[in-house]
């Protein structure tokens, strides 16, 4: 087994590898790896050849792929050392990374410090229980996009999409542009996953329907798919009897969530917030783990790629100046609570700030959708600091800077969305991508 | 002296057709390979264990359910035995777990005595009663109103699939012929004795043919005009856990039975998930293995009596099996209808267990009605040892690595199966032909994801090594299609319909 030391190893070549690995470099780190699984780096934005990438860091539309290269080509002008068609088996406390690779063997890594960087998986049929038989032709949507856009093998010619988030949404859309049949979309929650604008562009512009409040209680078929019976939920989420009707087709894609990818960190013990599925980590993205990093998907699921650039390059930074001793351990830690109206927050603990730090940038999910609504910190039982937010989705993430001088030192940080007592026009500060 | 296996020509004679290609017909062939005869299997389906023999709860059952006397009884104990000496030389992963059989009141603790009992006339080894600390000390998970409990030290777990697998490599290793995508429909009869077998690929002369068809036994002992049994498909449904929750218990943890079944289940696999299930319900349909709210509700409340805490957000993935139902006991022996049709039908729980054994008295009934047999001189006992790339150190993966660079791909992230495995289990005599066949073989696609990411690779690997198109890679079954080209979409409903 061949042994190699670096200052940062980043595992996983997506676009949060990417950016943790460039922004690591420019801080300073001498020595730094990026491993990848796949035999190209740029994770899953390869097979999101769509539009739509790119418009808050590049301030222009890009598909995945294009977005993708902007990174590649700035990691490849460095001396950014990259090992594709490799797989991390184990990356164990104190940065000693094991992975395997056809051309290279088993192979050790001994890195000061290492970003988490491996993206999510999508979650499937077997999560969510869904009765029937068990043919060909149901396939997550993430799966059939890669068939589709990379291979050109198409997974059926009638299509019925189960949820609404934004990959089944974007399969809507590249199926019907193929020329197959794509029936409806079928969503249990009484509002949609999926980014509006996907909503618009991906069904409406074809008259694909969108059933909300509306579950596939069973798949049926022996060898292929034949079809799906559907029914109405009440706001429990249970089948409304006598509400149920059937539809023919040969395909089923499932478009119901992504979960962070962390059996690495799992089996390293890492500390795990239960509703994110990602690390715990404080604003350097520091994880429990002393001198791991975590950044991108694996840290949160994220709608747009350009917030996972920028949370990946704050992950990069801290790894580079914790190889260089810099960033000690800070002792006391304050944890940081998501509150009413409000599902997640990352990062979800403060260590003690850099000197000169002006504000700390939180990133939230929504637990429900809202109007105009406030965003509330509040600094030991105290109200520190409230934002106007138009209008609120669970679909879309919020992104708020806090001013260091309002968080002070107070011991408990909560965050809240409550409706605005009155109408909002515009958004202060960062404006959401819809 | 190879056999063969794939959906190849029939050969135009046999010295004994077996017809079904589950852990019965495959465990009777391999019994058949130690003797100088020519052994066809017939299977319908591109592979075998693609019945009720993949769809179970793979539990090498102790053998104290069964009434003292029944062929149940008998073939139970002897096979749990005989996977206990074969399972390692034949790549069948097996644990020794032990099973409970948990009691809640004093009735119950008054039926786990019985059949503690029962067991002992039965032959089980090492039975005994355990009080309600003993049972929490050894599972701490379990509901906490238990009384107590039957402790069999002698059940284990098992991998239904390579269990099969394991038996018919064996058997193919040893001259015998699997025939798949081939089904019987006919069996010629002349002067009351069997002389051929006739399938939708052609005729077969034969003399001897053992019925092995699981849920279509009775149908396929109607073809001989033995019309002594029916079977009723029984479903049972089940939910799969992930291997991250593989600690809720450590050994099968069945309720105090009742008439019916062995009641909800709470068991480990031999691979580290926990599975609950199954329920029992008669249906019409032999082939309808549906999962429905209804059931998958009923076997969660079952549970939920033996484990409160169910971790039910890391389900994998539920199915439906079908027990092959035809009254109290097997079908095991000759036909009474046409000389030299033996069957061994009906074979429910515990047919998995005692495969091995059916092999064994199948094979002195044949040789009852006729069947001449001789050793053979070269018969090897075991399969060659497959590498399981995330079960070795590392420094034995690095020598994998080294001999077979495709150790060095995973593709199944969430098993840590290698391009090198998967390619073995393609090119094993008893090789993989669909998805689902890799994933009985080696397990990728069997983890959390449920191939949701390996998939399309796995698909790729199939139709390079099978030199097929990717369009004509399979699922599961015959007509399984996966993926279409572009072309094949534009001409419409012809082309895969
Ligand atoms: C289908 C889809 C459509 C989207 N559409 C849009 C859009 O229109 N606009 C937008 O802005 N955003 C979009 N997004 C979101 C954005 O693409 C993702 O948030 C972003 O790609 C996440 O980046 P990541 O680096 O965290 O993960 P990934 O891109 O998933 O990269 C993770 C990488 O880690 C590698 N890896 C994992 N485990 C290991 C291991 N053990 N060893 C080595 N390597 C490993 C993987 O191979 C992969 O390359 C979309 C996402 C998806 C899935
Ligand atoms: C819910 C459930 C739980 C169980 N749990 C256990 C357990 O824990 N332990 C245990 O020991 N047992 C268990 N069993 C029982 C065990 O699974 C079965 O006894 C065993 O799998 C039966 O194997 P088989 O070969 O007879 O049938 P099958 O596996 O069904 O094989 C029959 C084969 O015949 C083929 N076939 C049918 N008709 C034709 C034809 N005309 N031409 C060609 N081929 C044909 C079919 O395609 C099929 O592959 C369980 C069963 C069920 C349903």
């Given at each position: 087994m061949r042994e190699f030391s670096y200052d940062v190893a980043i595992i996983g070549g997506g676009p949060a590898g990417l950016a943790a690995a460039l922004a690591a470099r420019e801080a300073g780190a001498e020595r730094v790896l990026i491993l990848e699984r796949d035999r190209e780096l740029g994770g899953i934005l390869q097979q999101c050849i769509h539009n739509g990438f790119g418009?808050?860091?590049?301030e222009e539309e890009l598909t995945g792929p294009g977005y993708a290269h902007r990174y590649i080509d700035l990691v490849k002008a460095t001396d950014i050392d990259v090992w594709l068609d490799t797989t991390v088996l184990a990356a164990e406390p104190g940065g000693v990374i094991t992975s395997v690779s056809p051309h290279a063997g088993l192979t050790v890594v001994r890195a000061k410090s290492v970003v988490y960087a491996m993206g999510c998986r999508e979650r499937t049929r077997g999560a969510i229980r869904t009765p029937g038989s068990r043919p060909a032709g149901v396939f997550t949507a993430g799966a059939a996009q890669r068939m589709v856009n990379?291979?050109?093998?198409?997974?059926?010619r009638e299509v019925v999409i189960v949820g609404s988030g934004d990959i089944g949404l974007i399969m809507a859309r590249r199926m019907t542009f193929e020329g197959a049949k794509v029936k409806a979309v079928f969503e249990i929650m009484p509002h949609s996953n999926g980014l509006t604008r996907n909503i618009v562009q991906c069904l409406e512009d074809f008259g694909i329907p969108l059933y909300l409040g509306h579950s596939v209680t069973a798949i049926h078929g022996k060898d292929r798919v034949s079809g799906v019976t559907v029914s109405k939920v009440n706001d429990k989420l249970e089948v409304i009897e006598g509400t149920a009707f059937d539809v023919d087709c040969d395909c089923v894609l499932l478009s119901v969530g992504l979960i962070p990818e962390n059996e690495l960190g799992r089996a390293a013990g890492l500390g795990l917030d239960p509703i994110t599925g990602g690390a715990r980590v404080d604003q350097f993205r520091q994880t429990s783990i002393p001198g791991f990093f975590a950044a991108g998907n694996v840290l949160h699921v994220h709608d747009l790629v350009d917030w996972v650039s920028e949370e990946a390059a704050i992950a990069g930074r801290s790894a580079a100046r914790h190889a260089r001793g810099?960033?000690?351990?800070?002792?006391r830690q304050r944890s940081v609570t998501a509150g009413e109206g409000l599902r997640t927050v990352v990062p979800q603990c403060l260590s003690a700030f850099e000197p000169g730090k002006m504000s700390v940038r939180f990133y939230f999910r929504a637990a429900k959708p809202m109007g105009a609504s406030l965003l509330q910190f509040w600094a030991d039982g105290a109200l520190a600091f409230e934002r106007k937010l138009r209008v609120v989705k669970p679909s879309e993430m919020i992104v708020a800077d806090i001013p260091v001088r309002k968080i002070g030192d107070a011991a408990t940080l909560e965050f809240r969305v409550l409706p605005a007592p009155e109408k909002i026009d515009a958004e202060d500060e960062i404006e959401e991508e819809a | 002296m190879t056999g063969s296996f794939g959906a190849g020509p029939l050969p135009p004679s046999a010295d004994v057709v077996v017809i079904g290609g589950g852990v019965v017909g495959c465990a009777i062939a391999r019994e058949l390979s130690r003797f100088d005869l020519s052994v066809v299997l017939i299977e319908r389906s591109p592979d075998v264990a693609t019945g009720t023999s993949k769809a179970n709860s793979g539990i090498l059952h102790a053998g104290f359910d069964a009434e003292p006397g029944t062929w149940k009884a008998r073939l139970n104990v002897r096979g749990a035995a005989l996977y206990a000496e074969l399972a390692e030389g034949l790549g069948i992963p097996r644990k020794a777990t032990g099973a409970l059989v948990v009691a809640k009141d004093a009735t119950q603790m008054e039926t786990v005595a019985e059949l503690r009992h029962r067991g002992i006339d039965n032959g089980v080894a090492g039975l005994e009663i355990w009080n309600r600390d003993q049972v929490v000390a050894h599972e701490p998970n379990i509901s906490p109103d238990v009384a107590g409990a039957l402790w069999a030290p002698s059940g284990a777990v098992v991998c239904p699939f390579l269990a099969t697998v394991g038996f018919a490599e064996n058997a193919i290793r040893n001259g015998a012929h699997i025939v798949t995508e081939c089904a019987v429909i006919g069996l010629d009869v002349a002067d009351r004795q069997i002389v051929a077998v006739r399938t939708t690929r052609g005729r077969l002369a034969t003399r001897f043919v053992v019925n092995?068809?699981?849920?279509h036994s009775g149908e396929v002992a109607r073809l001989a005009g033995d019309d002594s049994f029916t079977i009723t498909p029984r479903r049972g449904e089940y939910i799969l856990f992930d291997r991250s929750v593989g600690q809720l218990v450590n050994t099968v943890l069945f309720p105090t039975p009742d008439k019916v079944s062995k009641g909800i289940l709470v068991s480990p696999t031999v691979h580290g998930n926990v599975f609950i299930g199954p329920d029992a319900i008669d249906i019409d349909d032999p082939d309808d293995k549906e999962t429905t709210a209804g059931g998958l509700a009923g076997i969660i409340a079952g549970a939920r009596r033996i484990v409160?805490?169910?971790?039910?957000?890391?389900?994998i993935t539920e199915f439906a099996g079908l027990r092959a139902a035809a009254g109290k006991d097997f079908v095991i022996g000759p036909s009474l209808a046409a000389r030299g049709l033996v069957h061994a039908a009906g074979i429910q729980s515990p047919g998995l267990t005692s495969a091995p054994a059916i092999g064994e008295v199948i094979v002195e009934m044949l040789q009852d009605v006729g069947l001449r047999l001789k050793r053979k001189a070269g018969f090897v006992p075991v399969n060659p040892e497959k590498p399981r790339f995330h079960e070795v150190d590392r420094m034995t993966q690095a020598e994998l690595v080294a001999t077979d660079p495709l150790f060095g791909r995973v593709i199944c992230r969430c098993e840590t199966i290698t391009e090198a495995e998967i390619v073995a289990a393609i090119q094993s005599p008893c090789g993989a032909r669909t998805v689902d066949g890799v994933k009985r073989r080696v397990r990728a696609g069997a983890g959390r994801c449920q191939g949701g990411f390996c998939g399309p690779r796995v698909t790729a690997i199939l139709a390079r090594e099978l030199g097929i198109p990717v369009t004509a890679v399979r699922k599961d079954s015959a007509d399984s299609w996966l993926f279409l080209s572009r072309a094949e979409l534009e001409a419409g409903e012809g082309a895969h319909a």
């Open positions: 418009l808050r860091r590049f990379m291979e050109g093998y198409l997974p059926g810099e960033l000690v351990a800070s002792g | 092995a068809a699981g849920l409160p805490a169910l971790p039910l957000g890391t389900a």
